[in-house]
């Protein structure tokens, strides 16, 4: 409800959640569904209490010896209040620390029927899920904009179990077995003797690891690329990275590899749009996220799977699929669609829900299983490991967020954070005393069975598969697959990378590397270092091009595109409402740009004003319309706002051409009406520019910049030189 200015003092029950949120669905600590509202988990009654619920009068005052005496040892409030403030905090994630999450539903399209058995691929079967997106590198408090890989870890709470599949946004790994996890962690971590820099790669301890462990080399290129800087999580991809292996009813098996497509399709930010979002708006995509589902422009990405015979070696077409640092190009194996998820609803508490919850690529439901990936076989040890810690103990599957769908009786008992009361006497079997219970299912009663694959009889070694050693061969593909403007984007982010780098000897061993990838990319890259390109020290693969690894090219919906519309008092009000009516009728979120907050038109049908000046930032835009001529706002002092400049110089706001500028530099759609054309010389807009629309209209404006829109951004207006 909207707040008084005045402190409400007449006593009331606890605020609903707003409309876009929810929480963990409401089972038992053993996964029975309890039947009550979500509101029996949350706080209750209209008075401050204790933890124990006894009322407070008082929490502003601590228990003194009189109004200037000693606090007293007695005040219980202030002993209770104050130690669990001093224990609020829990260990943040090694990794994925920094994160945002939303509830939602997966639907079943039925397809997978042949390949699994797991009930929640089946026909229209709807499966609550909760998402949980997140950086690598960084800390809770960095920021979400920094070139880094992404997480992409989505819990199932299906009928027979919890399933999670937890992957990335980029669908190889640095690294080809998990025990070289902590080495790559610690190199791309800020270095140990600073503690910098925060959240980023762009350091000699990552470069040293990467140029001196070449089956880094692919996820490397991978997120020097586009994909290293995402313009949203909804329009984010998303893979399980390993291969896993499929059961049917009837025991046949199937390799498969997990992809998740998202329906807006995969866009990206470019570097400087990054660079200023990460200063603007640290909280850039997670706020994206939580803004478009209350806006009820819900994300959605299809599952889909690459699916491949399960043969003895493992193999397909020449490429290992134990091997984590290598893709099965879509050309060779199609995603073949199995489900669709919808994110719907906000969590209702971050802590509780994002914060709490507990993913394990062991959480898998009959139908699903492991293969010999010698990364996976770790990760089904580390994350385990790790919760225990970091959530305090080993029951921390029945935290809320973290409780199964499905009934337990596991006979794990007691341990830290014990919600369940458990009944009997026999947590062991086999019992007579608790009647025989819990009993063992077999496959016919839903049992996860493991697939009894054969494990060949070899010697015990420390080594890999000679399959393993090909480190060049898919960073070539994956290069030559990307267009001109994707190549220029990923010699800048080489560049920029590697010239932050301090060591001189980093700089030419990955040159080195660089020249086994493609001649030309090393070549630019060592211009822009002041360098020699070498030779390559080995011939170049061939590989042929797969372009659906491009992310460009494609036309995708418009949901969800955020339009800034900048106007003033005196522009052409009757159009920006037809425009903002328009653009929301088209699953678009307006967001007027104003002098000054309030509305434009009081006295009229009122135009409510989103942003200001002061606040609006280019990078918060798809595209940008500009209604008419707009002046200099009554804030328009340097001193005030730097991005002014001096004083009363300008006829348009300062602010205003620094916001179309920077559009127009990052490829983003610009229409204007009603004179507004005048404003974008001025601004270092051409507009005869590809991607420039004038019309009559903002009606007709609008619909040349939705046809812009689809393509993502006006990718004419970057040129290439290779």
């Known amino acids: 409800m909207p707040p008084s200015v005045e402190e409400p003092t007449a006593p009331r029950e606890p605020l609903p959640p707003k409309d876009d949120q929810t929480g963990p669905e409401t089972v038992s600590p053993t996964g029975q569904p309890t039947g009550a509202d979500q509101a029996r988990n949350a706080q209750s009654g209209a008075y401050l209490t204790t933890a124990q619920g006894a009322r407070l009068y008082d929490t502003d005052h601590s228990l003194k010896a009189g109004p200037r005496g000693p606090v007293l040892l007695q005040d219980h409030h202030l002993r209770e209040k104050i130690t669990h403030f001093d224990h609020e905090r829990i260990p943040e994630r090694v990794v994925h620390a920094r994160g945002a999450a939303a509830h939602g539903v997966f639907r079943g399209y039925g397809s997978a029927a042949k390949i699994s058995k797991a009930a929640f691929l089946a026909k229209d079967v709807e499966t609550p899920v909760f998402v949980r997106f997140s950086t690598v590198l960084g800390s809770r408090g960095s920021a979400d904009t920094v070139r880094d890989t992404r997480g992409f870890a989505t819990k199932f709470y299906t009928e027979e179990g919890v399933f999670d599949l937890v ?22 971590k800020p270095h140990p003797d600073r503690e910098i820099p925060q959240a980023q790669s762009a350091h000699d301890t990552f470069w040293d690891f990467v140029t001196l462990h070449s089956e880094a080399t692919h996820h490397t290129l991978w997120n020097m690329s586009d994909r290293g800087i995402p313009r949203s999580y909804r329009t984010m991809e998303g893979f399980g990275v390993h291969t896993f292996r499929l059961v049917n009813a009837e025991g046949a098996t199937t390799l498969v590899k997990f992809h998740w497509k998202p329906k807006l399709g995969v866009h990206s930010q470019v570097w400087e749009e990054a660079q200023i979002a990460g200063g603007v708006d640290p909280d850039f995509h997670r706020r994206d996220l939580a803004d478009a589902i209350e806006a009820g422009a819900y994300p959605q990405w299809e599952l889909g ?13 020449g490429i290992d699929l134990l091997d984590p640092t290598k893709i099965v190009p879509e050309e060779l194996a199609p995603v073949q669609p199995i489900g669709l998820m919808t994110l719907d609803a906000n969590p209702s508490n971050f802590f509780a829900e994002t914060e709490q919850v507990a993913f394990h690529v062991g959480n898998m439901v009959p139908g699903i299983d492991v293969t010999n990936d010698p990364l996976l076989q770790g990760r089904l040890f580390s994350y385990l490991d790790t919760q ?39 947590p062991y079997r086999p019992n007579s005393l608790d009647g025989g219970c819990p009993f063992l299912a077999g496959a016919d009663n839903g049992a996860f069975v493991e697939v009894p694959a054969e494990v060949a009889a070899s010697l015990k070694v420390r080594e890999a598969p000679e399959s393993f050693d090909d480190h060049f061969s898919q960073p070539r593909l994956f290069w030559l697959s990307m267009t001109p403007v994707e190549r220029e984007h990923i010699i800048a982010a080489y560049t920029f990378e590697l010239g932050k780098c301090y060591e001189q000897a980093i700089k030419e061993r990955a040159l080195k590397v660089l020249a086994r990838i493609d001649a030309q990319l090393c070549e630019q890259v060592a211009a822009g270092l002041g360098l020699p390109a070498p030779e390559p020290d080995g011939p170049l693969a061939t590989p042929e091009p797969s372009p659906a690894l491009s992310q460009v090219g494609g036309v995708w919906p418009v949901d969800g595109r955020i339009i800034g519309i900048i106007a003033d008092k005196d522009a052409d009000l009757d159009g920006v409402r037809a425009v903002r009516d328009a653009v929301q009728a088209g699953g678009m979120v307006p967001l007027v740009i ?109 619909e040349e910049v939705q046809q812009l829109l689809g393509k993502h951004r006006v990718w004419d207006r970057f040129p290439s030189t290779v």
């Open 388 to 426: 225990l810690t970091r959530l305090g103990g080993p029951n921390f599957p029945q935290l809320p967020i973290n409780r199964t769908h499905a009934p337990v009786n596991d006979m794990l008992r007691d341990g830290m954070h014990q919600t369940a009361v458990h009944r009997g006497v026999a």
């Open 167 to 188: 992957g990335n946004n980029i669908p190889v790994f640095f690294i080809q077995d998990a025990i070289k996890f902590p080495d790559i962690i610690h190199a791309g």
């Open 594 to 702: 104003a002098p000054a907050g309030g509305v434009l038109d009081a006295d009229g049908d009122p135009v409510t004003v989103q942003r200001t000046y002061a606040t609006a930032r280019s990078v918060e835009f798809d595209a940008v319309l500009l209604a008419g001529a707009p002046g200099a706002g009554a804030d328009a002092i340097g001193a005030r706002d730097a991005k002014a400049g001096a004083a009363g110089t300008a006829a348009t706001d300062p602010r205003v051409l620094l916001l179309l500028n920077e559009a127009y530099r990052h490829a983003k759609a610009i229409g204007t009406w009603a004179g507004g054309d005048r404003v974008l010389a001025s601004a270092g807009v051409p507009q005869d520019a590809p991607g420039v629309v004038s019309a009559g209209t903002g009606s007709e404006v609008l």
């Open 305 to 317: 799977v690459q699916t491949f015979p399960d043969t003895p070696d493992q193999m397909f077409q």
